[in-house]
């Protein structure tokens, strides 16, 4: 009987917690991302990735948290397209307080089924540049603006007239307006101090989607972040203008350090290393290529200054080559501010270089100036012991080495343990005196 009690006792507390779990699990549930950078093809497969996430877990929404000065054209409309066919809703919320929705950013939240946007945030300035950092021509500028005008317009044809004249000046005229303006002209839907703000307010919201229209139930919803991989931050890292210049700098360093003293493998590995890495990170970033000719240059007259010694002078010539060469191809005009690479690291890098090559010249200077150490050539003055007395012939140690020796004409005579001294060297025979 008492057996039976407890065996009654277990079932009912499993069924209790049974319950209780699947109460738990009916809540419905948030994937919060946070997209803090440029619109670079890394964050695009953050975007996916994220989006996968929520269908695979039945999430009610999917929220990215956006803060970015803009970036790549084509990565915007690929990550506006994954966000419209997306199963699950997608809220675009322009966040935490001070952040930009800048350039690409700007479309990217027009494209969320709701978007919303912190206080003191900032939306616009959304007008195309040429990949390589110029100013686009009349005709191509003309072609990518209207291109984009059109796929604002789609985006924001549910908000009224003055959301869409908002959104094509953005556009036109590289306008960026606070959050409580994006409010007013109803560009975007709510403006929210956090992400629960934004979730109560979000609660029986309506929205469109490609299945229809639905309200959001955010009532006792439950949040999960969807933390950026370490993968996905690598990549990103590796778009910082930053980086990609030092890993150009030290890769053609450790190249050319390489092929002037060849042998060994060290430099050769790192240097292909942080060239595959930087070319990487120049191929998303806007830059210019021409300043891969000044780069080239000044490596070639530090090269140059050490097997043909100048005396600093094309070291010197060097260092402003790799400076002028830098800033055209990361700083050229039109280049995005956040693009750019940071002026005194360029200098500092600069002078590092010039102040390491101009060590390499003192050291070959000295190396030719200093007298023979090794050889034949090196063994008048030095001393030794002689081995036996020494006259028209005999054996004397220098060093570590016994040789055959001959007393120098005018000398005085040398017996055996005498200290002596080289005075000239004759075929396989030194000629020695008594020290």
């Known amino acids: 009987m008492k057996l039976i009690r407890i065996t009654l006792l277990t079932l009912l507390l499993a069924l209790g917690f049974s319950s209780l779990a699947g109460a738990q699990n009916d809540k419905p549930l948030a994937i919060v991302m946070t997209a803090e950078g440029p619109i670079v093809p890394p964050m695009r497969e953050y975007f996916q990735r994220g989006i996968q996430t929520a269908e695979q877990r039945d999430a009610e929404l999917l929220i990215i948290e956006l803060n970015t000065p803009g970036g790549s054209v084509d990565t915007m409309l690929d990550i506006i397209q994954d966000i419209r066919s997306s199963e699950v809703p997608v809220v675009v919320y322009v966040a935490p307080k001070n952040a930009i929705a800048g350039s690409a950013g700007a479309l990217i939240t027009m494209a969320g089924h709701a978007s919303a946007m912190a206080p003191d945030t900032v939306i616009g300035a959304a007008s195309p540049i040429q990949g390589s950092g110029e100013n686009m021509q009349s005709t191509l500028e003309s072609k990518v603006k209207e291109t984009l005008k059109a796929k604002a317009r789609s985006l924001v044809e549910n908000r ?13 005229d590289a ?193 030719q100036r200093r007298p023979v150490q090794t050889g034949s050539e090196s063994l008048p003055g030095k001393t030794g012991s002689a081995k036996t007395a020494v006259g028209s012939e005999g054996q004397v140690q220098v060093g570590s080495e016994l040789w055959s020796a001959e007393k120098a004409e005018g000398s005085e005579p040398i017996g055996k343990g005498d200290p002596i001294e080289v005075v000239e060297v004759r075929g396989l025979r030194l000629i020695v005196r008594k020290k």
């Open 175 to 367: 306008t960026a307006v606070t959050a409580k303006e994006a409010l007013d002209a109803k560009l975007i839907d709510f403006i929210a101090d956090d992400t629960e703000d934004l979730l109560q307010a979000l609660d029986g919201f309506k929205i469109k989607t490609e299945d229809g229209e639905r309200a959001l139930n955010t009532e006792n919803i439950v949040t999960e972040n969807l933390e950026i991989s370490f993968i996905e931050q690598l990549l990103l890292t590796l778009t910082d203008p930053n980086i990609a210049f030092l890993l150009l700098a030290i890769g053609v360093q450790a190249i050319l350090i390489e092929i002037s003293s060849p042998g060994g493998w060290v430099a050769g590995f790192i240097g292909a290393v942080c060239l595959t890495l930087a070319i990487y990170g120049m191929g998303v970033l806007t830059v210019n290529w021409f300043g891969l000719i000044f780069l080239l240059i000044a490596f070639v007259l530090f090269i140059l200054d050490i097997k043909a010694p100048t005396h600093g002078a094309l070291t010197t010539a060097g260092v402003a080559s790799f400076i002028v060469g830098a800033l055209v191809l990361f700083n050229s005009p039109g280049t995005p501010q956040f693009q750019r690479v940071s002026v005194p690291l360029v200098v500092g890098m600069g002078i590092f270089l010039g102040l390491l090559f101009f060590g390499i010249l003192l050291i070959a200077l000295r190396a």
């Open 160 to 172: 009224g007239e003055e959301a869409t004249r908002l959104a094509e000046a953005m556009i036109d």
